[in-house]
């Protein structure tokens, strides 16, 4: 009999509470039982009042080795996050030779040639999103630079609030003196002297 592999998520406790999980069940069950499927199931049940991880979807990716035919969620939402998330997952399960179905989502299945088809628009669609917040993250970096807004790491202060000068604690080490008696010199402590040493890969000593 062909494997199938039912995967179920509840991320809440009330979720839970309601049987979310037991009627996502009953919704795979039928799907695999029309197409003659022996289903094993994999399930998530949140343990907090609010519950990001995922250790039985975990397994069942390291399980695949069992070769099931195809991976069945009742919805989508159940199994992926984003979808950038969703998108990644089914690519692995593809390499695999595994199909994906999601029953109450109409035309999310792999194993069939307009699954895969809408698959490959929703694909083209996630790559449009990320050029575009690409685009808009440099745009607004851009504008924030030219208000004279600057990116990368704060100053480094001395105890007593002045900004620390790189280029004294490179001088002060070219001379000869060590990390300690340039802090010493500096007024601050030492550890922002070594950070500054090692970033221009100056021995420490």
Not at 8 to 13: D, F, I, L, N
Not at 24 to 29: G, M, N, T
Not at 75 to 80: E, G, N, P, T
Request: aromatic share 6%.
């Amino acid at each position: 009999m062909t494997l199938a592999f039912g995967y179920v998520r509840a991320s809440t406790q009330e979720e839970v509470r309601q049987g979310s999980n037991e009627r996502q069940k009953d919704v795979i069950r039928q799907y695999a039982e029309s197409r003659g499927y022996e289903l094993q199931f994999f399930e998530d049940r949140a343990k907090s009042r609010k519950n990001t991880q995922r250790p039985d979807f975990e397994r069942m990716l390291n399980t695949l080795d069992a070769k099931p035919k195809v991976v069945v969620v009742a919805k989508i939402d159940r199994f992926a996050r984003s979808l950038s998330d969703l998108l990644r997952i089914l690519e692995y399960l593809d390499q695999k030779g595994i199909g994906f179905v999601s029953v109450n989502d109409p035309g999310i299945d792999t194993t069939t040639p307009n699954g895969r088809l809408l698959l490959q628009i929703l694909g083209a669609f996630a790559e449009f999103e990320r050029s575009m917040i690409n685009s808009r993250t440099r745009a607004g970096r851009e504008q924030a630079m030219n208000r004279g807004v600057r990116f990368g790491r704060p100053p480094l202060k001395t105890g007593s609030g002045n900004f620390i000068d790189r280029r004294k604690v490179i001088e002060l080490k070219k001379r000869g003196l060590s990390a300690r008696a340039i802090a010493k010199s500096l007024g601050c402590s030492i550890t922002p002297v070594l950070r500054i040493l090692r970033e221009n890969r100056l021995p420490v000593g």
